[in-house]
């Protein structure tokens, strides 16, 4: 991790995680379990092979650079989605990534997850949806962590495609009727060339049925503060996105800085992702200068930690600790910032302000 190690202070933080893609906390020993049971082919001989592929810097993008034979980090991505088949596998995926999160003292999530990696494969949606909803509600039980998830549209691929597997899902909708898994909708995958203005329609539906929104605006990516501007200002009739995934991007056009303070629209940043493409005296100048300015609100987070060198929730609060040069109240109000940018229901809210205020006193 940048030859950085979490510190006890980091380790023992009282966490909230916002942006977790839950297909990018698949380990290497549970994608080679689960295609063992399942008989999917893996293109690796050994586990060890499996696990050296993981040593990969995936931060090469074949839009922008051409191909250079390498695989990009959402060929592997969606490459270890296949040995996800059965509703068995999707629980212990989510389980998981909850007893993780214990481990890491996060105390409340929002996963992320693509259900469109596994329709156009005839995998139902109840297999996934069941699969992941019975780990919520035992994560909360077993581990002490409670979550509600996040539907993502894949955007690569077709609007309408992504429409069914909303329609497919919403019984798991939390709406009158549903049953609770997922409380928003997002974008995901590769936002080359597709605007979110694409998902118009996607995300009227979702706020119809009273659910939040929030959209990938992935860093230096080609339009990326275009994409931003839709999501503050043109999209859901003008009304703006509830969040903006990444969306670092703001720092390039005063107006989307505006956008972000008038509308107050948050950010859910991963600041390791970054990394791997930005140096580090490049990178958290940035972050500090968000850090500074007042009325900008973000927090920190892990997206696909398992393909992105094992750097979880904990190394990449460390980074910003430790290079954006915050004190210790400094990372609490961090923590704190997630709390109040979640979508957790109010009594957990005030549950895990209360419980910041007193590790705040007793550490800081």
């Given at each position: ?228 501007h839709e999501a503050l200002f043109t999209v859901l009739d003008g009304r703006g996105t509830d969040r903006i995934d990444h969306g670092l991007n703001a720092l390039d056009r005063p107006e989307l800085l505006q956008g972000l303070i ?103």
């Amino acid at each position: 991790m940048n030859g950085l190690q979490v510190s006890p202070f980091i380790a023992a933080l009282p966490k909230v995680e916002l942006h977790v893609h839950i297909e990018g906390t698949l380990t290497p020993s549970l994608r080679w379990k689960l295609a063992q049971r399942n008989k999917v082919p893996l293109p690796y001989a050994t586990y060890d092979e499996l696990l050296e592929s993981y040593n990969v810097l995936y931060n090469h993008r074949k839009e922008l650079h051409g191909d250079n034979g390498a695989p990009t980090f959402l060929e592997t991505y969606f490459a270890g989605t296949q040995v996800l088949c059965q509703e068995q596998d999707f629980y212990e995926l989510g389980m998981a990534y909850l007893e993780k999160a214990a481990e890491l003292n996060i105390r409340y999530a929002e996963p992320f997850f693509d259900l469109q990696a596994y329709l156009p494969r005839g995998i139902p949606a109840a297999t996934v949806l069941d699969g992941y909803m019975r780990a919520q509600r035992e994560g909360a039980e077993r581990f002490g962590v409670r979550s509600n998830w996040i539907m993502c549209f894949v955007r690569d691929r077709p609007v309408e495609e992504g429409i069914a597997a909303y329609e497919a899902a919403r019984p798991w909708a939390r709406v009158p009727g549903g049953r609770g898994l997922f409380h928003a909708v997002g974008l995901a995958s590769n936002e080359y060339d597709r605007p979110p203005m694409l998902f118009e329609e996607a995300f009227r539906m979702a706020k119809q049925d009273g659910l939040h929104v929030t959209m990938h605006c992935d860093v230096d990516q080609k339009d990326a503060p275009t994409h931003i501007h839709e999501a503050l200002f043109t999209v859901l009739d003008g009304r703006g996105t509830d969040r903006i995934d990444h969306g670092l991007n703001a720092l390039d056009r005063p107006e989307l800085l505006q956008g972000l303070i008038e509308r107050q629209i948050p950010l859910t940043l991963c600041p390791h992702a970054y990394h791997r493409r930005q140096a580090t005296e490049v990178l958290f100048p940035k972050l500090r200068k968000l850090w500074d300015m007042e009325g900008v609100k973000w927090c920190v987070n892990s997206d696909d930690p398992t393909y992105m060198h094992d750097v979880w929730i904990d190394g990449a609060l460390e980074k910003v600790y430790r290079y954006c040069g915050l004190s210790k109240a400094d990372m609490v109000r961090l923590s704190r910032n997630a709390v109040e940018i979640s979508w957790a229901e109010a009594e957990v809210k005030t549950e895990l302000l209360h419980e910041l205020e007193r590790f705040e006193r007793e550490n800081c």
